[in-house]
Nanobody, 118 residues
Framework: QVLLVESGGGLVQAGGSLRLSCAASGSVFIGNTMGWYRQPPGKQREFVAT???????KYADSLKGRFTISRDNAKKTVYLEMNNLKPEDTAVYYCNAPWTGGGFRSSWGQGTQVTVSS
């Protein structure tokens, strides 16, 4: 059973923008905080942003002002708007629903590749 489906990645030049989408199953999405995470080449997966069911957001300090997370509860979809992209943003981007005490509610999806050329 596929619980998380990310899309919207691609190849973009530095300074460009992309909007990622993550469609989630109800069991993962409804009422829960959702988040975006990324795994750069050769590195571990890292935190990007989270959004609560009520719309409260948190961001990795280095991404504030360039990335915006949002959600559509009716569509069970979380979005990541990425602006002024930099080559160091190149990564596979994943979404998931974090537990408060650590860990995640779902196994990871396939992610979506974002490549930023200089």
């Amino acid at each position: 059973q596929v619980l998380l489906v990310e899309s919207g990645g691609g190849l973009v030049q530095a300074g460009g923008s992309l909007r990622l989408s993550c469609a989630a199953s109800g069991s993962v999405f409804i009422g829960n905080t959702m988040g975006w995470y990324r795994q750069p080449p050769g590195k571990q997966r890292e935190f990007v942003a989270t959004i609560t069911n009520n719309g409260n957001t948190k961001y990795a300090d280095s991404l504030k002002g360039r990335f915006t997370i949002s959600r559509d509860n009716a569509k069970k979809t979380v979005y990541l708007e990425m602006n002024n992209l930099k080559p160091e943003d190149t990564a596979v981007y994943y979404c998931n629903a974090p537990w408060t005490g650590g860990g995640f509610r779902s196994s990871w999806g396939q992610g979506t590749q974002v490549t930023v050329s200089s």
